[in-house]
């Protein structure tokens, strides 16, 4: 979906799906037979595998395969053990724990080329200021590059607007999620380094596919 060593920050409403946008990206480069690591700091693996599997991807035997891996940076610590597939990340505050994490999960996975997908950065901003973070976000994006891609989801509403600007300028492209006064999902793409494009909002969301057996991401350009 994006151009290849590049780091996007998806920018977007708490309300706006952007758990789902990660998961979808997964699934969709799963199905692709790229390889794929999750660092997830909002919800569980076990979440995140159901929701891969309303997208029509069985991520339990893509993991057994080894194309996917995916870090728990969200479970509490005294359930730590408890997935035996999902790396554990046990100390969120720590930066370098979480970048050890990212670096250790592509090479479980057996190398570049590797899509990393981060939901969320949001979480990390509670522990660490601005600075610490836009060190550790152009570390992230370092690491990201030359393996492959990163795909970062930040949260608007939650930061903000110094921090996500902070951020932006350091990523390659910058991608916008939200929801209108109808509840419609829109999505804009403000700007992808090396790539022209017109920023404006386009109605998107997530269709049942019954012949596949999976969830398409129906993206409107009228």
Request: net charge negative; hydrophobic share 40%; charged share 25%.
């Amino acid at each position: 979906m994006f151009p290849e060593n590049y780091a996007v920050l998806v920018v977007g409403d708490p309300s706006a799906g952007l758990f789902e946008f990660c998961c979808y990206l997964g699934a969709t480069y799963l199905k692709a037979d790229e390889k794929v690591v999750i660092l997830e700091a909002n919800t569980s693996p076990d979440r995140v595998r159901r929701q891969m599997l309303e997208f029509g991807v069985d991520a339990v035997q893509h993991e057994l395969d080894k194309n996917l891996l995916i870090i728990d940076a969200y479970t509490p610590q005294p359930d730590v053990g408890d997935d035996p597939n999902a790396l554990r990340v046990t100390d969120i505050a720590s930066l370098g724990d979480i970048f050890e994490a990212v670096t250790k999960g592509i090479d479980k996975v057996g190398g570049q080329p590797v899509k990393v997908l981060f939901d969320s950065l949001t979480p990390l901003f509670m522990h660490h200021d601005s600075k610490a973070m836009g060190r550790f976000f152009k570390d992230l994006t370092t690491i990201a590059r030359f393996s492959g891609t990163l795909t970062a989801v930040v949260h608007r509403n939650i930061l903000d607007e110094d921090q996500i600007a902070l951020l932006s300028s350091i990523a390659d492209g910058l991608l916008e999620v939200k929801v209108d006064e109808s509840f419609r999902r829109l999505v804009r793409i403000n700007y992808l380094r090396g790539v022209l494009v017109t920023p404006r909002w386009v109605p998107f969301d997530f269709q049942r596919e019954e012949e596949t057996d999976g969830t398409a991401l129906i993206w409107s350009r009228r």
